[in-house]
């Protein structure tokens, strides 16, 4: 390991003593000159040194007072049962279908965003209520997940092929495949006294728009008012939003046709009522990232107390995140050929010690039919990589959980996600997609020369390619952010190098003109490879490069940007870092309304409302409000309650050959990402009382 393992108490107080020096240095560093293009937000001129005066505590306010916005009940951020909705208006297409639909994200937002507040306010009592409601909504208690006391680790799940295109689906079940042992469920079930997982489900349809009414404590419940589990993606890396099925997370045939939705995803002999979940790792990730700034915070407030029991949940958290690390089919890791010659795991060989795409577990809904599985993924992409929570887990006493291999799996993971970046960084700066142990999700042949970091192969655009999962910027920020605040915690000089070159690469592609004025990057494009990871000699990557193919005012994104590199700053004294933040924090609250922070969106991409969703022939059911599933449906047809949407007219025009629709959107996580920036700034250079 690259970090001591010291106590909470030692952890605290470097951080204090860290915090205070590095502010005494960037007050009397010498101005670096800026990045070409950027000024001082309302000025127009070269923005200040720290020196000259940027007021850090201005940002502090500010963060109050868009925490009050989000809080408010009449701007509508939030469902009458307090969970955050994906965003206020209701017709957004993103990877929620619909804005009153929720994720798992929302929900680590949320929590996040209440850290930050107990950290200002020293009322640590939203942060404990925004984990009791995740944990009372978001994940699925005993009664929505019955029969895993039939699960065997020895057989984890049966073995189905992925494919890259929708029309290939369903998939054919083949128990002649090999797969490994699960080595964490013995273990878990051990140390918790159960053999349900404590993680959370990635989506759910807060208001039962669709009416699949699967509400949590009342598994396959009809058509009941309430929050709903459902699922969307499900047929390959070329299924777009536009290209799903929605369907219910508790399948007992009420709603799609004869197996319900089942057909549409697996061949299977005889079908089965069932529950199923598929848990997003990163969102899990930053809660418990959240908690560990919530216990140091506290912990500094003279307050540990008033956290310790929602801590040791966030630790809870972090233990069953570890079925993340695993190959899907718990297959071995490195150089997987061919579904039945890749060896089946046993024991740790089948950890790739990094955050995957997903994983996923279900099981029968009849008590007596005895079956269960779990699954894990094979895909690893840079921006779930979370070496903030690898560190508090593997690091923090009051973190590391209680499972006896848990703190060494994450202190190994820590490494490998450093590594990770550091293979995946490109000439320029900027970080490519990732690796996979399975070459199209069904342990195929890749192309030849295809490099490799530790036996898995780069993947450009791991998990989905409409559009590329490499292309949005945002991915760069959220996860360089999480690196930065490891980076500030520990020093780790692997760390520091890869984003020394990230900063640099950013920085001048950032602009921060008058007023509300600003551009950062907004999608990217790519070529080349990096080289074959040698972690005693690692490669320069002189093949492979980005450049960025165009900019936006994504507000959350731009604040994400602005926290991480107003942690770089505080971590390594970058004086033109400290500035650019200060410059996108002050344009963000330039684009101030009565809901939040929010500039106008062109949305061109709403055109697919009418885009073909492939449904195999012979196949005949229905959605819950009557919309026929049927070979030739699309989007929009299993979708027609948008027809009902205030917003509806504008798409209806632009379908029928008028200009693209405009919108304002106010989302949950961009509005928690600005707050949590704001505060960030204050918390890292303001006054210390």
Known sequence: MRVHR???????????????????????????????????????????????????????????????????PANGYFSPEGIPYHAVETLIVE??????????????????????????????????????????????????????????????????????DPSNYPAPLDGNVPVGDDPLANELSSTYGTDDIYAMHWLQDVDNVYGFGNTPGDPCGGNAEGPSFINTFQRGSQESVWETVPHPSCE?????????YLDLFTDDAEYASQWRYTNAPDADARAVQAAYWANQWATEQGNQGAVAATVEKAAELGDYLRYSMYDKYFKQV??????????????????????????????????????????????????????????????????????????????????????????????EGGIAGGANNSWDGAYAEPPAGTS??????????????????????????????????????????????????????????????NGADFAIPATL??????????????????????????????????GSLANTLAFYAAASG??????????????????????????????EDFGRFGDEVYVPAGFSGTMPNGDVVEPGSTFESLR???????????????????????????????????????ATYTNLFGDEG
């Open 95 to 164: 990877a929620p279908d619909h804005g009153h639909e929720t994720t798992s994200e929302a929900y680590s937002y949320l929590i996040w965003l209440e850290a930050q507040y107990g950290q200002v306010t020293g009322d640590w009592g939203p942060f404990n209520d925004s984990w009791a409601l995740m944990e009372e909504y978001m994940i699925p208690g005993a009664v929505d997940q019955p029969t895993n006391g039939f699960y065997d680790p020895s057989s984890p799940a049966t073995y189905a092929p992925e494919f890259t």
């Open 574 to 603: 970058d004086t033109a870092a400290q500035e650019t933040a200060a410059g996108l924090l002050d344009a963000l609250v330039a684009n101030s309304d009565g809901l939040g922070v929010a500039t106008e969106e062109t949305r």
């Open 252 to 260: 007992d045939f009420t709603f799609g046709g004869e197996n319900g």
């Open 334 to 427: 490195g150089e997987c050929v061919g579904p039945t010659e890749c060896p089946a795991g046993s024991g740790k060989n089948s950890s790739q010690y990094l955050m995957s795409w997903y994983f996923a577990w279900g099981g029968a809904l009849d008590a007596s039919a005895g079956w269960a599985w779990r699954i894990g993924s094979s895909f690893n992409h840079f921006g779930y990589q979370n070496p903030l929570a690898a560190y508090a887990l593997s690091n923090d006493s009051a973190l590391i959980p209680d499972s006896p291999t848990a703190g060494d799996d994450w202190g190994a993971s820590l490494d490998r996600m450093v590594e990770f970046y550091r293979w995946l960084q490109s000439d």
């Open 6 to 72: 010291g106590s909470p108490v030692e952890t605290s107080t470097r951080a204090r003593s860290r915090k205070k020096s590095r502010r005494l240095w960037v007050a009397g560093a010498v101005a670096l000159s800026l990045p070409l293009g950027l000024t001082l937000a309302g000025s127009g001129t070269a923005a200040p040194s720290a020196a000259d005066g940027i007021d850090a505590q201005q940002y502090e306010d500010q963060f109050l007072e868009l925490y009050d916005k989000i809080k408010d």
């Open 640 to 678: 027609s309650f948008y027809h009902d949407d205030p917003d509806w007219p504008q798409v209806e025009e632009y379908l029928n050959g008028g200009d693209a629709p405009t919108f304002t959107y106010h989302r949950f996580w961009a509005q928690a990402d600005i707050a949590i920036a704001l």
């Open 525 to 558: 494009s790519w070529s080349g490879q990096p080289d074959t990871w040698n972690p005693d000699n690692p490669g320069a990557n002189s093949g492979l490069h980005v450049t960025v193919a165009s900019h936006s005012q994504d507000v959350g994104v731009a």
């Open 452 to 513: 490799t970091f530790y036996g898995m192969w780069y993947d450009e655009d791991p998990v989905y390619h409409d559009p590329p999962s490499n292309e949005w910027f945002g991915m760069q920020a959220w996860s360089m952010q999480r690196l930065a605040e490891y980076y500030y915690e520990s020093g780790d000089a692997l760390a520091g190098e890869v984003l020394d070159k990230w900063v640099a690469w950013v920085l001048p592609e950032v602009t921060v003109g």
